[in-house]
Protein backbone atom coordinates (compact mmCIF):
# COMPACT_ATOMS: atom_id res chain seq x y z
CA UNK A 1 0.00 0.00 0.00
CA UNK A 2 1.30 3.66 -0.84
CA UNK A 3 -0.13 6.77 0.54
CA UNK A 4 0.61 9.90 -1.76
CA UNK A 5 0.37 13.32 -0.19
CA UNK A 6 0.28 16.65 -2.23
CA UNK A 7 0.84 19.96 -1.54
CA UNK A 8 1.75 23.25 -3.20
CA UNK A 9 -1.30 24.34 -4.83
CA UNK A 10 -2.94 27.19 -5.13
CA UNK A 11 -3.83 30.90 -7.10
CA UNK A 12 -1.22 32.23 -9.53
CA UNK A 13 -1.20 34.72 -11.45
CA UNK A 14 -1.06 33.88 -15.79
CA UNK A 15 3.21 34.01 -15.95
CA UNK A 16 4.06 32.81 -12.57
CA UNK A 17 5.60 29.92 -11.20
CA UNK A 18 4.48 27.38 -8.81
CA UNK A 19 6.05 23.95 -6.89
CA UNK A 20 4.00 20.96 -6.30
CA UNK A 21 5.15 18.34 -4.12
CA UNK A 22 4.51 14.38 -3.33
CA UNK A 23 5.27 12.98 -0.61
CA UNK A 24 5.34 8.71 -0.55
CA UNK A 25 4.55 6.57 2.21
CA UNK A 26 6.75 4.03 0.93
CA UNK A 27 10.34 4.20 -0.17
CA UNK A 28 10.26 5.82 -3.84
CA UNK A 29 13.22 3.47 -4.97
CA UNK A 30 10.82 0.81 -4.95
CA UNK A 31 8.13 2.29 -7.33
CA UNK A 32 8.37 1.97 -10.98
CA UNK A 33 7.15 5.51 -11.85
CA UNK A 34 5.70 8.58 -10.27
CA UNK A 35 3.85 11.04 -11.88
CA UNK A 36 1.17 14.38 -11.97
CA UNK A 37 -1.56 14.02 -13.42
CA UNK A 38 -4.02 16.93 -14.00
CA UNK A 39 -8.02 17.40 -14.09
CA UNK A 40 -9.82 20.41 -15.39
CA UNK A 41 -13.48 21.15 -15.00
CA UNK A 42 -15.27 18.96 -17.04
CA UNK A 43 -12.37 16.77 -18.51
CA UNK A 44 -10.99 13.73 -17.96
CA UNK A 45 -8.26 13.35 -15.96
CA UNK A 46 -4.52 13.50 -18.59
CA UNK A 47 -0.98 12.82 -17.68
CA UNK A 48 1.62 15.84 -17.33
CA UNK A 49 4.57 14.38 -16.65
CA UNK A 50 6.03 11.33 -15.62
CA UNK A 51 9.47 10.02 -13.79
CA UNK A 52 10.84 6.51 -14.02
CA UNK A 53 12.90 4.48 -11.51
CA UNK A 54 15.42 5.51 -13.42
CA UNK A 55 15.28 8.58 -13.88
CA UNK A 56 13.58 9.02 -17.57
CA UNK A 57 10.75 11.52 -17.77
CA UNK A 58 7.53 11.97 -20.15
CA UNK A 59 5.85 15.17 -20.77
CA UNK A 60 2.58 16.23 -22.25
CA UNK A 61 3.31 18.53 -24.92
CA UNK A 62 1.05 20.86 -22.96
CA UNK A 63 3.49 20.78 -20.38
CA UNK A 64 7.20 20.69 -22.14
CA UNK A 65 9.18 23.89 -21.42
CA UNK A 66 7.57 24.93 -18.72
CA UNK A 67 7.45 22.10 -16.48
CA UNK A 68 9.90 19.76 -14.86
CA UNK A 69 9.23 16.73 -12.72
CA UNK A 70 11.73 15.81 -10.35
CA UNK A 71 12.41 13.05 -7.33
CA UNK A 72 14.20 13.32 -4.47
CA UNK A 73 14.92 9.68 -3.35
CA UNK A 74 16.37 10.44 0.03
CA UNK A 75 13.03 12.16 0.84
CA UNK A 76 10.70 10.06 -0.89
CA UNK A 77 8.82 13.48 -2.77
CA UNK A 78 8.11 13.76 -6.75
CA UNK A 79 7.94 17.56 -7.57
CA UNK A 80 6.54 19.28 -10.39
CA UNK A 81 8.35 22.94 -11.16
CA UNK A 82 6.00 24.92 -12.94
CA UNK A 83 6.81 28.06 -14.62
CA UNK A 84 5.05 30.47 -17.55
CA UNK A 85 1.87 28.95 -16.06
CA UNK A 86 -1.52 29.89 -18.38
CA UNK A 87 -5.39 29.95 -17.33
CA UNK A 88 -5.84 26.59 -19.04
CA UNK A 89 -3.20 25.26 -16.65
CA UNK A 90 -6.16 25.53 -14.19
CA UNK A 91 -7.02 21.89 -12.73
CA UNK A 92 -6.42 19.93 -9.51
CA UNK A 93 -3.25 18.35 -9.58
CA UNK A 94 -2.61 14.53 -8.61
CA UNK A 95 0.20 12.52 -8.13
CA UNK A 96 0.45 8.98 -8.90
CA UNK A 97 2.88 6.17 -8.23
CA UNK A 98 2.80 3.12 -10.61
CA UNK A 99 4.17 0.00 -8.29
CA UNK A 100 5.27 -3.53 -9.81
CA UNK A 101 4.50 -6.28 -7.75
CA UNK A 102 4.69 -10.20 -8.14
CA UNK A 103 1.36 -10.10 -8.54
CA UNK A 104 0.94 -7.55 -10.76
CA UNK A 105 0.80 -3.28 -11.48
CA UNK A 106 -0.98 -1.87 -8.85
CA UNK A 107 -1.81 2.12 -9.31
CA UNK A 108 -2.09 4.41 -6.42
CA UNK A 109 -3.18 8.32 -6.57
CA UNK A 110 -3.31 11.40 -4.19
CA UNK A 111 -6.09 13.10 -3.04
CA UNK A 112 -5.60 15.94 -5.85
CA UNK A 113 -4.23 19.23 -4.80
CA UNK A 114 -5.90 22.33 -7.15
CA UNK A 115 -4.25 25.34 -9.03
CA UNK A 116 -5.96 28.40 -10.25
CA UNK A 117 -4.54 30.42 -12.77
CA UNK A 118 -6.03 33.50 -12.56
CA UNK A 119 -5.32 37.22 -12.89
Known amino acids: QVQLVESGGGLVQPGGSLRLSCASS????????LGWYRQGPGNVRRPVAT???????DYAKSAEGRFTITKDNAKNTVNLQMNSLKPEDTAVYFC?????????????WGQGTPVTVSS
Open 51 to 57: IRNTGGT
Open 26 to 33: VDIISIYQ
Open 96 to 108: HAEVNYPSGIENY
